[in-house]
């Protein structure tokens, strides 16, 4: 067991993680998100698909005030993210993020990569950082790349890179930002791979996909957006297999 | 050009110290405005943006010479005339302002360059760590915008020393001006021009040396580290 939670496997009814009310979201007159409601439990997989520009991006952004919302209310662990006098980056060490870019700080080698945060917010010492951050790479399977730049990964190699950086901190929960989008379709599979083990030990995740694949075999629930709203919610075998709401069904027919 | 040499040589020296005073004084105070006001023009703040734009777009449109003028003869007089305070400033002390404002107000411009230059990801990657704002700035933003802006830093570096050309006009005893007083003394002014111009450019080559090993340095350390 290498990340926080221990083997829950299943989603926590009891313990939501992150609450979400009536969340509105607009760039000037364009209103990218129109009321969005919904609970995410402890250990829950929720991944979220819908055609481009439906706001799911925006709508993952908002979880950790990268976007902050028009109105409504988001609670993460007790915390109302709304609020503006929390200490919003306390609240950001517990939630890491994976973007579509990596985002790998360029400056900086893998391990070093890894140690900034919990190094810089005294989360570790160096030692300790590095002992995690080792290991943590030996989990994505990069042990040999702790001291290579970002500008030799390859793109999978940078994204599992950027898996075990959010890791460092140690997070309660994990948000992806189309985590597999930018990526040659050969490397898609080892970062599914490392998402895959990481839903079976237990984390809370929140994923923006277009993989259906994956959406369908890890997801505990699959959130459908479109125009700013949840059109459909369910299991992925629901909404799948047996999808109610027409734009669904024709989403999924030109996605499968 | 021998007997100006031989006669005037260590007096132009000098006049050359002088140049480079100011123009160090200039640059550590142009420095500092210019990472004040670039790093006040990226901020998340509109108050702190506008007195950035204010400020470089003051300077900008203002010619140097026009600065000295005014900072050297304009501010005494005003504050004289309309506060009744006497205060007089030293060339030096005016050379200074002036260089400094100047400087500071291109400076800033290529701080902010350099940071909008970098991918908005970085700093995106950094906050969602849990870092501030401004030790994302200083860890992971600024090491990257800092190497791209060393050219143009560069750059600024010997406008600024040439500059201070321009100072000869309120009487600051640098090249220029001393090189004047030798030519209404000797009448030889293609000699005396000639060699003012080679000290420059001896001076400004030399700094560009330093420049491009400095720049060979820090992009050889990025690749070991």
């Given at each position: 067991m290498l990340w926080k939670g221990d083997s829950v496997v299943t989603a926590n009814k009891n313990n939501i993680k992150i609450h979400i009310e009536n969340l509105t979201k607009s760039f000037g007159h364009n209103k990218v998100l129109q009321g969005i409601s919904t609970d995410i439990y402890e250990g829950e997989v929720v991944c979220v698909i819908g055609?481009?520009?439906?706001g799911k991006s925006t709508f993952l952004r908002c979880i950790n005030r990268l976007e902050t919302a028009t109105s409504g209310e988001i609670v993460v662990d007790g915390y109302?993210?709304?609020?503006?006098?929390?200490n919003l980056n306390k609240v950001r060490e517990n939630i890491g993020m994976v973007f579509q870019h990596f985002?790998?700080?360029?400056?900086?080698?893998v391990l070093r990569n890894l140690m900034l945060a919990p190094v810089d917010l005294k989360k570790a010492t160096k030692e300790e950082a590095k002992e995690t951050a080792l290991r943590l790479l030996e989990t994505v399977g990069?042990?040999?790349?702790?001291?290579?730049?970002?500008?030799?990964?390859?793109g999978g190699q940078k994204q599992r890179v950027a898996i075990a950086r959010a890791l460092a901190m140690s997070p309660d929960i994990m948000l992806f930002?189309?985590?597999?989008?930018?990526?040659d379709p050969e490397m898609v599979g080892e970062v599914l791979a490392v998402m895959k083990q990481l839903a079976k030990d237990g984390m809370t995740m929140v994923v923006v996909t277009h993989e259906m694949g994956f959406a369908r075999e890890v997801a505990d629930r699959v959130l459908f957006m479109d125009e700013g709203v949840i059109l459909e919610e369910g299991t992925p075998e629901q909404i799948f297999s047996s999808p109610k709401h027409p734009r669904t069904i024709d989403f999924l027919d030109k996605v499968l | 050009m021998n007997q100006i040499l031989s006669t005037y040589g260590p007096l132009m020296l000098s006049a050359m110290g002088q140049t480079l005073l100011l123009a160090l004084c200039g640059l550590f105070f142009g420095c500092l405005l210019g990472v004040v006001f670039g790093l006040a023009s990226v901020v998340d703040n509109k108050v702190s943006r506008t007195i950035s734009v204010i400020y470089v777009n003051l300077i900008r449109g203002v010619p140097m010479i026009v600065l000295a003028f005014f900072v050297f003869y304009g501010v005494p007089y005003g504050l004289r005339t309309i506060l009744g305070v006497k205060y007089t400033l030293t060339a030096l002390q005016a050379g200074t302002i002036c260089l400094a404002l100047n400087c500071g107000a291109y400076m800033s411009e290529i701080i902010r360059a350099g940071i909008q230059s970098i991918d908005p990801g970085q700093m995106e990657a950094a906050r969602s760590l849990g870092l501030s704002y401004w030790r994302s700035m200083f860890r992971v933003v600024l090491p990257q915008a800092i190497k791209n802006m060393i050219p143009s830093i560069v750059n600024q570096f010997i406008i600024t020393l040439k500059d201070t050309?321009?100072?000869?006009?309120?009487?600051?005893?640098?090249l220029v001006n001393k090189a004047q007083n030798v030519i209404a003394i000797t009448f030889k002014s293609f000699e005396t021009w000639a060699i003012v111009a080679v000290m420059y450019l001896i001076v400004i080559l030399a700094l560009q040396q330093v420049a491009n090993a400095l720049e060979r340095r820090l992009s050889r350390d990025r690749k070991q580290k």
């Open positions: 055609p481009s520009g439906s109302r993210i709304s609020d503006k006098k929390i985002n790998l700080f360029a400056n900086m080698n990069l042990s040999d790349k702790a001291d290579s730049f970002p500008s030799q990964l390859s930002d189309e985590p597999t989008s930018a990526l | 050309s321009i100072l000869s006009v309120i009487g600051f005893p640098e």
